[in-house]
Each structure stands twice: as C-alpha cells, then as structure tokens.
C-alpha cells in the first residue's frame, strides 16, 4: 500500500527522530508503575454515605458550628436569669487602740448583705430575643451541614469519575502500546509505512503523560478529600454510579410547595424578626419606666464589743425610674430607635430579595437536571456508537482498507466518548443534589418523591 508523504511531514518526522523519538527503545519499555493502585491499597474504601458520617463527625467546620450553637443553647436555657436579683455579702473585723493612752484595743466585727433587683418592660423582649437567636444558631448549623454533605458529595462524585476516567486511560495506553508494537511489525515487514508507524509511536509516548497528569490530580484530590470530611486516615470513594431519572412537576410548582422550606430564606425571616424584636427592646428600654428593689440587713454587735448581742437591721428600697430623653426628637436614644426602624425595613427588603432569588435558583435548577439528564442518554449513545466505530476501524486496519489516521482519530473519539460518558453521569448527580439542596430536601427525598421507578 503506497502513500504520499508531503515534505513538510517528512520534516517534522525527521525533527521527532533527531529530537529523540527513538521508537525501538520506546516499544520495548514497560507501561508505568500504577501509583495510584499503591495508594488505593493503603487506603480506607468508603462509600458515599459512610463518608458523609465521617464528615459529620470530623469536619472542623461543622465542630466550630457546633460550638457556637451549644453556646447558643445555653443561653437560651438561662434566660431566666433576668430576673435573678444582685446577691452580695460583706464581713469586717476591726481592732479599735490608741497609741497615747494606756487602754486596751477592742475588737469589733460587723456582717452585711443585700439584694438588688431590676426590673425593665424589655426583659420579656429580651428573652425572646434570645431564644430566637438559639432558633438561629440551629438553623445555621442545619445550613452548614447541607454546604459540608453538598461538598462531600461533589467531592466523591468527582473521585468517582475520576477513577473511571483513569481506567480509560489506563487501557488507551495499553492500547496505543498494542497499536504501536503491531505498527512497527507491519513496517518491518513493508505492510505500514514509516509515517503511519511514527504516528502510532505519538499517539503511544503522549498516551502515558496524559495518564501521569490524571493520576497525580487524582491523588491531589483525594488528600483534600480526607481534610473535608476530616478522616485521620486516607480514604477512597468507592461504588459506581446510581442514576435514576426524575420526573419533575412544574418548576412553579415546586417554587411554590418548597421555598419557604429553604434554609436562606428561613434565616431571612429570622433575621426580620430579630429586627423587629431589637426595635421593641430599643424603644422600651428608651421610654419605659423601670423599677429597682433592693434590701440590705446589717448585724453587728450591740455596744460596740466583741462579744456584744448581735444586733440586725434591715433597709428596703423600691424606685421609679422615667426615662424623657427618649422622647425629645433628635436625642441619642430617638435616634438609636430610628436606627432600629431602618434595620426593619432592610431585614424585609432583603427577604423579598432572597425569595426571588431563591426562586429562580429552584426554576434554574430544575431545568439544569433535565438538560443533564439528556446529556447523560446522549453520552451513553455516544460511547456505544464510538466504540462499535473503533471496533470496526480496526477490522478495517488489519483488511488494510483503514488507514492508521483514520484508526487513531477512531480511538481517540472513542477515548473522548468514555471520558465525556463518565463526566456525564457526575454531572447529572451533582445537579440532582444541588436541586435538593434548594428545595430544602436530601437527594433520597428527591429520588423518593419524583423518581422514575423502573
């Protein structure tokens, strides 16, 4: 079979030879030493949902939250403590002596306590105010753990599509290798000629970078696998891809049933409430009056001695305190309650803001999974057909009525085909569980609830 080499390709050949291509030397090489199979076996197999228990577990992030939502508890538990009064004790003991006269020093002692006790119309507002701020705490721990399980699952998807695409490389450079050693069989025996062996050795020597670059990406990307979900040991996902389609209502529909269960929109209003709480509690605390009680008892001894009867007296207080500056337009507290009055009004504006923002993230995302899951059918036709197509280049090649460019632009169709399968079916998992993440609901409830059953 003759070919026409055009010069210019007959010069880059030559410049490939000079510059090294020696393709004796490189057939007979091994393939590369599989580093990531040495890492995988040292390491901890977990599944998509043991690893999102270790992440509840060890996320640094989600302990910090932790904390403070503890913090938080406590203090709504000892929120009665507004009306736990001042408590104090005093004793003394003092030693009366003159430095003129020759009398005797005395002894004295006395004992003393009291209860303070202030009573202000904002106490209840306070209280309230800080219970929902437990509220708060709690539904910000909730919406951290959702950022740290959607991560996780990212994560592990994309470890998943990772490996499989490794695999697909894997075998493309055993392939190219094949290819490549029956190229330089058929040009020793004048069946191929020198072009079409040299371009079998590229496609063979750029197979294996290609290979080292996603493995070391790989590697990279379990390390930071392990510091999310706070393992102590390396871990590596494991199982394969369970896709189910979903049969999805309305995307107005699911606005309506679901935004008011999402968390952004829920913190929202509490932070409206917490406005309008922090109005009350500045517009009491301005103009209402309060009320101090307070009662002290003192013992000492009678007549001034050491060994006197005690004597013990009491004193009870109660006042009345008015505040006025509160109502002279333009005082500090008059405008500290037009401050809280702003405040209001922004805490609703950016709760409407958040309503539609969050409604057209739910219509977004409901259209992105559709598209997904198109893709996914679309790539999965895509691979049968490229891999029915380098099956039959091959037979054409050995016929000889396929030339070795149309066979490796074949397999390289094929190879993209595999990677872009796999990278689809990620996708479509991604997207399923970020349209549970705004819809409020974990991806078993989204499959639960509007996937195809088979």
């Known amino acids: 079979m003759i070919r026409c080499i055009r010069p210019k390709a007959l010069t880059l050949i030559a410049a490939g030879i000079s510059g090294g291509f020696l393709w004796g030397q490189v057939g007979s090489s091994p393939l590369p030493v599989n580093e990531v199979a040495v890492i995988e076996s040292k390491a901890l197999a977990v599944t998509l949902e043991e690893a999102l228990d270790l992440a509840l577990e060890g996320n640094t992030s989600l302990q910090a939250q ?36 020759g009398s005797e020093a005395q002894w004295n002692w006395g004992a003393s306590g009291g209860l303070n006790l202030s009573l202000t119309a904002g106490i209840p507002v306070q209280m309230k105010l800080t219970a929902l701020q437990y509220e708060m705490a709690q539904i910000s721990y909730e919406s951290q753990v959702q950022t740290i399980m959607a991560n996780v699952s990212n994560s592990f998807y994309k470890l998943l599509t990772a490996k499989k695409n ?47 670059r996603a493995q070391s990406q790989y590697e990279a990307d379990l390390v930071a696998f392990q510091l999310l979900i706070g393992s102590e040991v390396p871990v590596i996902p494991t199982g394969d891809f369970q896709l189910q389609q979903l ?26 409430q917490e406005a309008e709480l922090k109005k009350t509690s500045q517009v009491l605390s301005a103009r209402a009056p309060s009320i101090s009680l307070s009662e002290s008892i003192r013992m000492s001894p ?43 009004t922004t805490a609703r504006m950016n709760l409407e803001t958040t309503k539609a923002q969050a409604s057209q993230d739910i219509v977004t995302k409901v259209k992105e999974v559709k ?72 991806e078993q409830e989204v499959y639960e609830l509007y996937g195809i059953k088979e």
């Open 66 to 101: 932790g904390v403070a939502l503890e913090s938080s508890r406590r203090a709504a538990q000892s929120s009665w403590n507004a009306f736990l009064p001042g408590i104090s004790l005093s004793g003394s003991l003092s030693n009366s002596h003159s430095f003129t006269s």
């Open 166 to 212: 490794l695999q697909v490389l894997e075998d493309n450079l055993a392939l190219t290798k094949e290819q490549y050693e029956q190229s330089q069989v058929n040009y020793n025996r004048g069946l191929a000629s020198e072009l079409d062996m040299l371009r079998s050795q590229y496609a063979f020597v750029s197979a294996e970078p290609q290979l080292e």
């Open 247 to 272: 049969n999805l209502p309305a995307a107005q529909d699911l606005v309506d049933i679901y935004l008011e269960n999402r968390l952004d929109v829920i913190q929202k209003k509490q932070l409206l």
């Open 371 to 442: 598209l997904l899951w198109n893709e996914v059918e679309i790539a999965r036709l895509n691979e049968t057909i490229a891999e029915r197509a380098y099956q039959l280049s091959q037979e054409g090649y050995g016929a000889g009525l396929v030339s070795q460019t149309d066979l490796e632009n074949s397999r390289q169709q094929m190879v993209s085909a595999q990677l872009a399968g796999s990278t689809s079916q990620s996708q479509y998992l991604v997207g399923v569980e970020q349209l549970a993440h705004a819809l409020g609901l974990t």
């Open 302 to 344: 009678a007549g001034g001695k050491m060994d006197g009867e005690p004597s013990i007296s009491g004193s009870f207080s109660i006042g009345v305190s008015i505040p006025v500056d509160g109502f002279i337009p333009g005082s500090s507290k008059s405008l500290s309650i037009k401050n809280t009055e702003d405040a209001v």
